[in-house]
């Protein structure tokens, strides 16, 4: 069955330093990959997808991601994190077989310190 | 542009209690489905459907009813309300099942005492 793992439940980092979010996903066929960004209270916000074609896919808010199909992965970076960034991030794959749903990771919470 | 509406935004319910949340969407779009949020456990699907008239269930069915009536409108029933179904409610839509982009509502935070 097809699965998305996010290996850091949390994570801190310093304002300005750079940051990178795990995400890996079990999927046979050639995965459509996202991911997505939830302040306190709020609903889901798409950074970024990547269905096909260059690899590295940029996003909103200066946040990238790169898919490696060699290491199921897609993770997600940002060269300078901002206090404004502290939020949960979810890495989500969509399954074909399974009437197209999203399958979601268990999320990543992130937090700036000063 | 209203995109993925969702109502209400907040509502307590006592045990037993049945009520329906509500979406709709006015982007036409074919796939619809609803999912909930819950601490550490990411977002699983409920229920969703494919177009107007066709259901299926998702990962946590139980306890839920849908319907697909018209394409605008995907609302979830809960029949008989249990503190277990305490979470967060996202409802979603897209074009086609893959390949575009899912679009979610702003959820609905259910408390069930």
């Known amino acids: 069955a097809q699965s998305v793992t996010q290996p850091d439940i949390h994570i801190t980092v310093s304002e300005g330093a750079s940051l990178e979010l795990r995400c890996n996903y079990s999927y046979g066929a050639t995965p459509y990959l996202f991911w997505y960004v939830q302040s306190p209270g709020q609903g889901l916000q798409l950074l970024l997808k990547?269905?096909?074609?260059?690899?590295l896919v940029q996003g909103i808010k200066g946040f990238e991601a790169e898919f490696k199909r060699s290491q199921s992965s897609f993770n997600l970076r940002k060269p300078s994190v901002h206090w404004s960034d502290a939020a949960e991030y979810f890495c989500?794959?969509?399954?074909?077989?399974?009437?197209?749903?999203?399958?979601f990771g268990q999320g990543t919470e992130l937090s700036v310190k000063p | 542009n209203a995109g993925v509406t969702q109502t209400p935004k907040f509502q307590v319910l006592k045990t037993g209690q049945s009520m329906t949340l509500q979406c709709a969407q006015d982007m036409n779009h074919e796939y619809m489905s609803w999912y909930r949020q819950d601490p550490g456990m990411g977002l699983r699907l409920i229920h969703y459907?494919?177009?107007?008239?066709?259901?299926d269930q998702g990962e946590v069915p139980n306890g839920y009813n849908v319907s697909r009536s018209t394409t605008e409108d995907f609302p979830l029933r809960l029949l008989s309300a249990a503190p277990s179904q305490t979470s967060v409610y996202f409802c979603?839509?897209?074009?086609?099942?893959?390949?575009?982009?899912?679009?979610f509502g702003e959820g609905s935070w259910l408390t069930v005492v």
């Open positions: 979603a839509s897209s074009y086609k099942l893959s390949g575009n982009t899912i679009y």
């Open positions: 990547y269905f096909s074609g260059d690899t």
């Open positions: 459907s494919v177009g107007a008239g066709i259901t």
């Open positions: 989500a794959v969509i399954s074909e077989n399974q009437g197209g749903k999203l399958i």
